[in-house]
């Protein structure tokens, strides 16, 4: 059969039914193949929709996203869809078309150099020189960007390798002697982390996102509910434990909560679990905290082990097995002081009434709203950390947002990805009047694939988040005002799409309630104060 | 600031290099050479990177070589256990009176000339970098026209083989 046919076949058998893509030129090949398959092609509005769609696709489905386009701008369009999943440690599987292959290096129309371009944020890639190599390839990439620590894997096939014949064989297993990712934690690092636990009289423990991404959320919870430590999260590790717990502390970092940094800074013994430890989650806590601290750091990743914060007790593995083998080894403690100390730092936010839509308020009242397993992507920017701040966690429930490259433009396409993986499942994309125009291009492919997510449209006329910034540190701003915004409601019923615009805190639930039993896409534009705080 | 060597075992194929000089200037690691050729197996090559870091750079370092798939082993030489050669050959400017006596310093470092024109003699040698940089500290005055050096390789003394060191 043809290379190309071979390339469909691979992602048959590696169980994938949907793929988000946008073919041109180099990739005609691929797509005749994918014509006569059962795969389902999204055709996306925009590349860099593709990637961000397979990887809000791959966050709720626990598969590997799949994403397919041409060669050149084609290909560079998804770069920055890549980078994002790449710091969000998301599997992809990117395949793009390259120019011939006895071609390459003379700047053919619509060449560039994807794997170079991409170098830094895949895990990691191929160009394809031999066609016969293809089922190979096509196995370790979905084998590497999976096992261990997810991640993007590009696959660059030039258009006269997809049309060379070879014999399928599709490998049973992949041996790379480079890549053997630890999964089970080494016993005797369990153990010393289970007597620092024993020994440790203010624990507290810090989920990432690599609890969820390990499907540990159980674990997690026998663990905090064995032992009665404290669990914050990361941004990326909201949802590793339900806010209703007793347990919950919340959201550390930058843009996290008073009293979630206060147990951050007063703890003696600090569990990562599945966190590289970022600059916005360390945010303001000091290195001196360090003399009184010790840690313990569950990764996958060894690199990550003192990379950016030392470490005492370093267990390098799968978070869900370390758990299940940490979770033999603890004891219950008593955690009840501690708990109410930390409960103490807690600051009762009183409602301000404005004049216009309080976001803060309105992500609450739809968290309530919404049923436990929904899904809610967050855009980047004020809009982001409203939702995270007051979006409730329920076993089950969903948080996704560009975490580590904070990528505005992320959540309509994720969404649309993440409806795709769940269409029974309520999906709300929020985003701020700024994202919104960065992916609007996306409007087509929801509104073509009758998508029923709810857009939760934050406008404020303004790069809110900047806005800030800008007022805080220079008392001025500059080129963050989004003058001249459409009428977005017009504009999504341009696409077809039923919206509404609420101006008063008064009007929302009506309009929440409407959106949630529309069938198709809905949007809800609230209408914020440009001077609203993102705390 | 220190300096370490690292042996590293990856896979022959292309964009390997590049994948790990781009680690290197992307995370701001210094390098001060590195060298690479094929090893007993066609299908693996063999890296020394000479490095410059603290210790915590060097962990780094060598847990985000490991990192790369084409990565198959990273191991850093114990200096005192290993053997170090660099090749070098230096073009020095030579007249008929200085001749000897470039000669005479070419033997004493036991390098070889490999090739002598009517005004440049051309000296090939090999050794460790003290003794490149000696060579080349005495030639100077008589000018050097070319230096080029490969970069330091090194393998460990005795019956040590990389392919066997346990991962760290
Ligand atoms: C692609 C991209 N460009 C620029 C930024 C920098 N940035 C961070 S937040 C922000 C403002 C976002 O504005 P908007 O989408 O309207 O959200 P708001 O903060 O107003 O809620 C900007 C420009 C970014 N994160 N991503
Ligand atoms: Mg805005």
Redo the contacts with the bound molecule.
């Keep these: 059969m043809k290379a190309s046919e071979a390339i469909i076949k691979c992602l048959i058998e590696e169980k994938v039914n949907t793929v988000f893509g946008y073919p041109g030129g180099a990739i005609v090949s691929v797509y005749e193949a994918l014509r006569k398959s059962k795969i389902h092609h999204v055709l996306v509005r925009h590349e860099q929709g593709a990637a961000h769609s397979a990887s809000g696709y791959a966050r709720v489905s626990g598969k590997t996203g799949v994403c397919i386009t041409t060669s050149g701008p084609g290909a560079t369009n998804l770069i920055?869809g890549i980078a994002s999943a790449y710091m969000d440690s998301i599997p992809l599987v990117v395949i793009t078309g390259q120019v011939r292959s006895d071609m390459i290096g003379r700047d053919m129309f619509q060449e560039a150099d994807i794997t170079g371009a991409t170098e830094s944020f895949t895990k990691h890639s191929y160009l394809v020189k031999e066609a016969n190599e293809l089922p190979r390839i096509m196995k370790e990439a979905f084998y590497i960007a999976a096992t261990g620590r997810p991640g993007p894997v590009l696959i660059d096939v030039p258009s006269d390798i997809q049309d060379a014949r070879i014999d399928f064989v599709y490998p049973e297993w992949v041996d790379i002697r480079g890549y053997k990712p630890t999964l089970k934690g080494h016993i005797g690092q369990i153990k010393k982390a289970a007597k620092a636990i024993a020994e440790s009289e203010r624990p507290l423990i810090v989920a990432g996102g690599g609890v969820t991404l390990s499907h540990a959320e159980p674990e997690l919870l026998s663990f905090v509910e064995k032992t009665g430590i404290p669990a914050a999260h990361t941004l990326m590790g909201k949802g590793a434990l339900p806010s209703g717990n007793a347990h919950y502390v919340g959201m550390i970092g930058t843009h996290g909560f008073p009293e979630a940094n206060a147990a951050l800074s007063k703890s003696d013994l600090l569990i990562f679990i599945g966190a590289r430890i970022a600059d916005r989650t360390w945010g303001g806590a000091s290195e001196k905290l360090l003399e009184n601290t010790r840690i313990i750091h569950i990764d996958v990743d060894p690199a990550e082990i003192g990379k950016n914060v030392g470490t005492q007790i370093p267990v390098v593995g799968d978070a869900k097995q370390i758990l299940l083998d940490l979770n033999e080894k603890v004891e219950s403690k008593n955690t009840a002081g501690w708990i109410s100390e930390i409960q103490s730092f807690k600051k009762s936010g009183t409602r301000k009434e404005t004049q216009a839509v309080n976001p803060k308020y309105a992500i609450k009242l739809l968290s309530d709203m919404l049923s436990d397993e929904a899904i809610l992507v967050a855009?980047?920017?004020?809009?982001?950390l409203?939702a995270a701040r007051n979006f409730e966690d329920r076993m089950g429930r969903k948080f996704l947002t560009s975490g580590g490259l904070?990528?505005?433009?992320y959540a309509l396409p994720a969404a649309a990805g993440a409806k795709l993986a769940a269409p029974e499942r309520q999906v709300v994309a929020v985003?701020?009047?700024?994202?919104?125009q960065?992916s609007m291009s996306e409007l087509g492919t929801i509104s073509a694939n009758k998508m029923g997510i709810v857009i939760l449209l934050?406008n404020?006329g303004?790069?809110?988040?900047?806005?800030e910034l800008q007022d805080q540190v220079y008392k001025a701003t500059s080129g963050?005002d989004?003058d001249k915004n459409p009428d977005f409601i017009k504009l999504c019923e341009a696409y077809g799409m039923k919206g509404m615009r609420v101006s008063r805190d008064a009007e929302l639930e009506a309009a929440f309630q409407k959106a949630l039993r529309s069938k198709g896409p809905f949007v809800v534009e609230c209408m914020v104060d440009a001077h609203e705080s993102t705390l | 600031m220190n300096r370490h060597i690292l042996s590293v075992l990856v896979e022959n194929q292309s964009g390997v290099l590049s994948r790990v000089s781009g680690l290197f200037s992307r995370r701001g690691y210094n390098i001060d050479s590195l060298s690479v050729g094929e090893t007993e197996n066609p299908k693996i090559s063999r890296m020394t990177i000479v490095v410059q870091g603290d210790d915590h750079i060097l962990e780094q370092i060598k847990k985000q070589l490991n990192k790369l798939i084409d990565v198959i082993k990273v191991a850093e030489l114990d200096v005192h256990q290993s053997v170090f050669r660099e090749l070098a050959l230096i073009k020095v400017k030579t007249t008929m009176a200085a001749r000897a006596s470039i000669i005479e310093i070419v033997d004493i470092f036991r390098a070889k000339i490999v090739d002598v024109a009517n005004d440049t003699l051309t000296v090939e040698m090999t050794g460790d970098e003290e003794k490149i940089e000696a060579f080349i500290n005495i030639m100077a005055p008589y000018g050097i026209v070319e230096i080029v050096r490969t970069g330091l390789s090194a393998i460990e003394r005795g019956n040590k083989e990389i392919k066997k060191y346990e991962e760290d």
């Excluded at chain 1, 855009?379 to 982001?384: F, P, R, S, T």
């Excluded at chain 1, 303004?462 to 806005?467: A, I, T």
């Design positions: 920055t855009d980047v920017g004020q809009n982001q409203w904070g990528t505005m433009g985003v701020g009047d700024g994202g919104f960065m934050f404020n303004r790069l809110g988040m900047v806005r963050v989004l």
